[in-house]
């Protein structure tokens, strides 16, 4: 899977349908396989170019998948095109059906004390042949008893919500503790909790959900300013890359 990687401004992203990734994730789940995926925005391809043990960790992990359209603009503008967009929402959401049809066991970790629970009540009402093995929210401080617990309970899955790169880290340094799929899923518990509301299919199909979320949540427009920063490194890119 790894030669199929399209290298966006250092970081080394994965070429797949979302159909040939989940056939993937399916396989991984039979397999009781230990995976980590990472799902890369702007926003995340700019802190890695500026830490280069995090562009480490990134590219070393088993899945790079590009969440944002920024990520396919830049990607087709470079002329390596990627062939879609697939979201760390879409991949919780998928890993979650996943689980509940082959009766697998999740850990959840992340997010407030209150999504963090309406994430799991969510999961034993709509999900019932999941076996929820344990969930704990972001604010720990003693991160050792929460690996214990995962090492312990043996999880399939382990969904981490503790923002990027803080899951990241947590995940390269802790994934040996079980053959799990590990992914960080940032605040989709938020959305999947229904705390938080997905823009909606027009919104998501004009990919203008980043837009939709600064209007829903106007401190973040910090955030987005990483989206300019990041199409202008593409461009100066293009222009190296047409000049060579």
């Known amino acids: 899977m790894h030669k199929n990687r399209v290298n966006i401004l250092g970081t080394e992203f994965d070429n797949f349908t979302a159909k040939q990734f989940h056939q993937y994730l399916d396989d991984d789940l039979d397999l ?9 925005n702007p926003e995340i391809v700019l802190s890695a170019r500026k830490d280069n043990n995090f562009s480490k960790i990134i590219n070393n992990a088993d899945y790079v998948i590009p969440d944002g359209i920024g990520i396919i603009k830049g990607a087709k503008s470079l002329g390596t095109p990627l062939h879609e967009r697939i979201t760390g929402f879409d991949t919780l959401q998928y890993l979650i059906t996943a689980a509940n049809r082959k009766q697998a066991k999740v850990f959840l970790l992340g997010a407030k004390p209150e999504v963090i629970q309406a994430s799991a009540d969510k999961i034993k009402k709509d999900y019932p042949q999941i076996d ?7 604010y720990f401080k003693d991160e050792s008893k929460i690996v214990e617990e995962i090492a312990d309970k043996k999880p399939n899955i382990v969904l981490v919500a503790l923002g990027s790169p803080k899951q990241e880290l947590f995940i390269n340094k802790y994934r040996d503790q079980a053959d ?5 899923v940032g605040g989709s518990f938020d959305v999947f909790s229904g705390t938080k509301k997905r823009a909606p299919q027009i919104v998501q199909k004009l990919n203008l959900e980043w837009f939709y979320r600064l209007v829903k949540e106007p401190t973040r427009i ?3 300013l990483a989206i300019p920063k990041y199409m202008n490194l593409i461009s100066k890119a293009k222009k190296s890359n047409t000049k060579d």
């Open 32 to 40: 009781k396989a230990n995976k980590f995926i990472v799902t890369p």
């Open 132 to 138: 929820l093995v344990g969930y704990h929210d972001g």
């Open 222 to 224: 910090g955030r987005m």
């Open 180 to 184: 799990a799929i590990w992914v960080g």
